[in-house]
């Protein structure tokens, strides 16, 4: 199989503090966006752990920086005054493609949130702060701020205050969307903000969304990817330039900077383990498989994966249990060990009766250790690509 793996040096004290500088320019963001809005009357809310509190059972992790907001909506109460946040997240779609390789991410499974959370009957003024975000903060003239509703039929309104303040605006009537929040009756309208890319393409960052339980409104929500936004306003190849672990590891190779995007992720939830959740359990056990399997597919060492694992623990914005984390990766190449045995069993006696008994014995074993087809296919072929007899065991599967 085609190797296509940068070479990582070991990590030495001199990278760690390299690393450290080169976060200024995201430190110096936070910095920005707290005291832009703390002088506009919003007050920082602490963020909420990656892993949320027993009490809301509907997500795996912090998806969204309205999770931290959460009550406000199920009991339909205003809040009394805005809130600002900068909230770590995890999205979990993007597992999918974790052991597709020929798919590359274009942005983080984990990200940071910098949003607000505001009383009902505010939507023009958030609008409005928005702007002045963009514009008097970060220099970005109107030709490169782009406003699209997400429900054209509410587009004069979700428009307004974005064209009072000299922003493009384009209406796609072939499209719908409404935010959903894990509460029945409650959903958000609103707009996506794009801003311009030095490449000329417009990339989308954020939203501005009036929350309502569809008779009256109950909150507005701003929001920004850090991380998309960063690539933005710099002009990043992607958002994995703008990412904490880009600081550890840099490259510009795409197969490599999928590993690192999926080994951050790995990393950033590792703390969750210790929570008694069956469901973020499982979900971290699955990153970090995709990590194990992206490893064995590129010929990242234990050892490379180590030195980069406590290094990110050290700017890390979520609780990162690196040992926890290295438990679960080798309890995995354990289970290939396993595999290994049956095999070995196999080949002792490959008569007709005992190949049907293996058979079904290496179903089992596959199935309780979630053992996918492309693991059990990148381990034959590393290890009997040349066996019959194995290539027709595993054929008959």
């Known amino acids: 199989m085609e190797n296509f793996k940068d070479t990582i040096p070991p990590i030495k004290i001199s990278e760690l503090e390299c690393a450290q500088d080169k976060l200024a320019e995201t430190n110096n963001e936070k910095i920005l966006f707290r005291e832009y809005f703390s002088k506009l009357g919003y007050m920082e809310h602490d963020a909420l752990p990656l892993t949320p509190s027993e009490s809301d059972q509907t997500v795996s992790f912090v998806g969204s920086s309205v999770n931290a907001f959460k009550k406000y909506l199920e009991n339909r109460t205003n809040i009394e005054a805005p809130a600002s946040i900068l909230q770590p997240c995890v999205r979990t779609h993007d597992i999918v493609h974790g052991y597709d390789i020929s798919q590359i991410p274009f942005g983080m499974p984990f990200f940071h949130i910098y949003g607000t959370f505001s009383p009902k009957g505010t939507y023009e003024k958030t609008a409005t702060d928005v702007m002045g975000f963009f514009r008097d ?50 959903s958000g309208r609103g707009v996506t903000l794009f801003i311009r890319h030095k490449n000329g393409e417009w990339l989308d960052v954020g939203n501005v969304v ?81 990590v194990h399997y992206l490893c064995e597919v590129y010929g990242y060492t234990r050892q490379e994966v180590e030195n980069i694992a406590h290094a990110y623990k050290n700017i890390a914005t979520t609780d990162v249990d690196v040992d926890l984390f290295f438990e679960k990766y080798d309890a995995r ?27 079904d014995q ?29 290539q027709s065991l595993c054929r008959s599967l």
């Open 137 to 186: 903060v970060h220099k970005i003239d109107n030709d490169n701020i782009l406003i699209k509703p997400t429900v054209p039929s509410f587009s004069e309104k979700l428009l307004a205050p974005f064209i009072a303040a000299g922003a493009n605006v384009e209406i796609d009537h072939s499209k719908f969307y409404e935010w959903k929040y894990g509460i029945e009756g409650v």
């Open 210 to 290: 009036s929350i309502s339980d569809k008779v009256r409104e109950i909150a507005v929500e701003f929001g920004i990817g850090n991380e998309f936004f960063q690539t933005a306003l710099h002009g990043y190849k992607d958002p994995f330039d703008a990412s904490y672990i880009s600081k550890i590891v840099e490259s510009k190779n795409p197969i490599h900077k999928k590993v690192l995007t999926y080994l951050e992720t790995a990393l950033a939830t590792s703390g969750a383990l210790t929570a008694n959740r069956t469901r973020t359990t499982i979900m971290v056990n699955r990153y970090i498989n995709v």
């Open 333 to 359: 190449t354990l289970v290939f060990g396993g595999l290994e045995s049956i095999f070995i069993n196999f080949l002792k006696n490959p008569i007709s009766a005992d190949k049907d008994h293996t058979r």
């Open 362 to 390: 290496l179903n089992e074993y596959l199935q309780k250790n979630g053992i996918r087809n492309e693991e059990l296919a990148l381990y034959i072929e590393r290890n009997y690509k040349d066996n019959a007899k194995i």
